[in-house]
């Protein structure tokens, strides 16, 4: 400052301050930051700390796998299901083939329904552990991280115990699933659930006496009911605004409405209520595998439909039709009437859906996702904006968003 | 029309709508429970008002939408809008068809504010063109990508660009 200005800088009256300049701030936060859970940008515009506006940039993990399903027959895709949600890999499973039953109109056996029931719930527990983990570390409470990965460890050996996969699974097959519960998977099931309510509670008491999630958490991206339901929202990002809408309850599926459990609803829409929304959804989950596994009926895990569900080893050794089924199906796959249809399934994000157009064939002629990341990701300008800069961590978080379905 | 497909024109839906706006409906079908109602390109916005704020209709939930390529029709792409009412526990399936030589439709964001990304990433990946959008750019793929619409049928499947000098298994 030059000798002249800060005489006229002294020489201005006390009571009219000079005037300064305001800009807004535009920042980059991403690609590549640890609590994106992901690739993601978001361009965000900042007045001060405030952020007024917020412009998410997707598709650094697009792959095309849209694309990729119109070329390859529909069991060679549940593999590329897994690498969808890649946390909750089995939901994905679960949604794809819910999809292509519905268009073949599969009648499953019974005991399939429990055992898909069970592996979803669990998978929805784990989803759910994950997400907790990693949102708490986001904001700052480390300790709980390690607390739910504990657990998660449980129910991934459990996974690993089924199918020999932990987390791209593949354990769903169109038409039944791909392999029967050892007595091991039912006994380490029934230890877990054991023990978990305790669990739960000491996660909550974790985090409900710790006055930094508290606050970081209450009033933070809130959306109202209308709004969530306008912007598409789904899981537990819209029932922690209070809208009642559950796919398991609206249009139930698998063994959902043969079991007692309730949906639980949030009332502010706030990141605490959501974070409600999940911790008591893990509970009903808890309650949902119990009541499976005491009730899971004796019986076979796939419909016989030689046509469409490979047939047993044994069969396909001893018995001719089987053989040569078995080679149609892994060769050409199975052909789909022609006709489209949406089939949405409540994943542990939100809703997860498939529109699949067939014209006949073994490969579908378009196949859409309805990824509910993504769905989510338009809504975050607007719940994004008026909170501070340090909020966004909490925002990206409380979607409990993963990039590899958002991006496909 | 194919095997397990009905007619769908006597539901309570599709003669709700015809009942407000009689020419817009080109046909409706049922498959395994789902309806789909066709309509008129140029009547879109006003369906989509009727059925967001119509009280027996009611749908305020934007499901997905997204759109399909059939190269050998006179109208080539096909957009498909799924809606969902909350209160009512009822759905609904709209299909309009876009030519490629005008390859526009208006936008619904001004009715349901979800329709924003969805409709970006139709933009995206079959190169159809939304009216009154508030930002119709590229959403998944890179702003300056210029090797044309992914999902499109004439679009190979190894891409297209620096992917052609690969030496994949042909």
């Known amino acids: 400052m030059t000798l002249n200005a800060q005489q006229e800088e002294q020489s201005t009256p006390k009571n009219s301050l000079p005037l300064l300049r305001t800009e807004e701030l535009l920042l980059n936060l991403g690609p590549q930051h640890p609590s994106t859970h992901g690739v993601l940008k978001v361009i965000i515009t900042l007045e001060g700390e405030k952020i007024v506006k917020s412009e998410p940039v997707l598709g650094y993990l697009h792959r095309g796998v849209e694309k990729i399903a119109e070329s390859i027959t529909y069991n060679q895709f549940i593999p590329h299901t897994d690498r969808l949600d890649y946390v909750c890999a089995m939901y994905n499973n679960f949604a794809y083939v819910r999809a292509i039953e519905k268009m073949l109109k599969i009648e499953l056996p019974e005991r399939c329904e429990y055992l898909r029931t069970i592996v979803a719930e669990v998978q929805r527990i784990i989803g759910h552990l994950f997400w907790l983990g990693t949102q708490a570390l986001d904001i700052g409470a480390m300790t709980i991280f390690f607390f739910t990965f504990r657990e998660r460890e449980v129910l991934l050996d459990i996974f690993e115990e089924l199918c020999g996969a932990r987390l791209t699974t593949s354990w769903y097959r169109v038409g039944g699933v791909e392999r029967d519960f050892t007595p091991k998977i039912g006994d380490e099931l029934y230890k877990f659930l054991g023990t978990f309510s305790e669990k739960i509670d000491e996660y909550d008491s974790l985090l409900h006496n710790n006055r930094i999630w508290m606050s970081r958490t209450r009033d933070i991206a ?7 339901v306008a912007y598409g929202l789904s899981g537990p990002a819209l029932r922690g605004s209070g809208v009642d809408y559950d796919l398991r309850k609206v249009s139930p599926y698998g063994a959902y409405d043969k079991v007692e459990w309730t949906v639980p609803l949030g009332t502010k829409g706030d990141t605490y209520d959501r974070y409600w929304v999940r911790m008591e959804e893990m509970k009903e989950s808890a309650k949902i595998v119990k009541q499976c596994l005491d009730r899971l009926p004796e019986g076979e895990i796939r419909a016989y439909l030689p046509q469409i569900v490979a047939p047993s080893k044994d069969r396909v050794f001893t018995d001719m039709e089987s053989m040569i089924y078995q080679f149609k199906l892994y060769s050409s796959g199975f052909n789909v009437p022609e006709g489209d249809i949406y089939c949405g399934t409540e994943a542990a994000k939100g809703e997860l859906g498939f529109y699949l157009v067939s014209q006949g064939g073994g490969k579908p002629y378009r196949l859409k996702i309805r990824a509910p990341s993504f769905v989510h990701m338009g809504a975050f300008d607007h719940m994004a904006k008026g909170y501070m800069i340090a909020d966004i961590i909490t925002i990206f978080g409380t979607y409990d968003i993963v990039m590899g379905e958002c991006d496909r | 029309m194919p095997r397990g497909m009905e007619d769908g024109k006597d539901h309570p839906i599709t003669q709700k709508i015809k009942g407000t706006l009689p020419d817009a409906i080109l046909g409706a079908t049922m498959f395994r429970g789902d309806l789909s109602v066709h309509i008129r390109r140029e009547d879109l916005l006003l369906v989509c008002q009727l059925l967001r704020d119509d009280p027996a209709l009611n749908f305020d939930y934007p499901i997905h939408i997204s759109s399909v390529d059939f190269p050998k029709d006179a109208e080539r792409f096909e957009v498909v809008y799924e809606f969902f009412s909350i209160r009512l526990k009822h759905q609904v399936r709209l299909k309009t068809r876009v030519p490629e030589d005008d390859c526009e439709i208006d936008s619904v964001t ?42 499109r049928k004439n679009f190979p499947i190894q891409g297209r660009g620096w992917r052609d000098t690969f030496d994949f298994p042909r």
């Open chain 1, 222 to 228: 809130v959306i109202s009911g209308d709004d969530a």
């Open chain 2, 110 to 151: 001004r009715i349901w504010v979800g329709a924003n990304y969805l409709e970006r990433e139709v933009y995206d990946m079959m190169g159809i063109r939304f009216r009154n959008h508030p930002e119709m750019k590229r959403i998944l793929l890179p702003d300056e990508y210029d090797e044309g619409f992914p999902l």
